[in-house]
Nanobody, 119 residues
Framework: QVQLVESGGGLVQAGGSLRLSCAASGRTAGTNRMGWFRQAPGKEREFVAAVSWRSGTTYYADSAKGRFTISRDIAKNTVLLKMDSLKPEDAAVYYC????????????WGQGTQVTVSS
């Protein structure tokens, strides 16, 4: 089992920045990729960004490219999402997720952290 705890959400004005953090614990040795997803009210959960745990290769949704930066701290088993130039449409609950090496999809999820962007 892998446990994930997100932090860093909150209220920010449009154009502002937030940094989300996700700390993983438990059986993290099998982590292949860590990612961030979000879900706004009435919408499906969507991919935001991910990082390959071993290589550090990053992946971004088109909506995140150029504004969001994902990074990892292997020693702390933590993944960060720096979000700049936030827009009202970025408001959502942001979820951290882990995909282990033996899985074809993300198989561990955090509880989520709320991001609210005021216009």
């Amino acid at each position: 089992q892998v446990q994930l705890v997100e932090s860093g959400g909150g209220l920010v004005q449009a154009g502002g920045s937030l940094r989300l953090s996700c700390a993983a614990s438990g059986r993290t040795a099998g982590t292949n990729r860590m990612g961030w997803f979000r879900q706004a009210p009435g919408k499906e959960r969507e991919f935001v960004a991910a990082v390959s745990w071993r290589s550090g290769t990053t992946y971004y949704a088109d909506s995140a490219k150029g504004r969001f930066t994902i990074s990892r701290d292997i020693a702390k088993n933590t993944v960060l999402l720096k979000m700049d130039s936030l827009k009202p449409e970025d408001a959502a609950v942001y979820y951290c997720a882990v995909r282990t090496a033996d899985a074809s999809t993300y198989n561990y999820w955090g509880q989520g952290t709320q991001v609210t962007v005021s216009s």
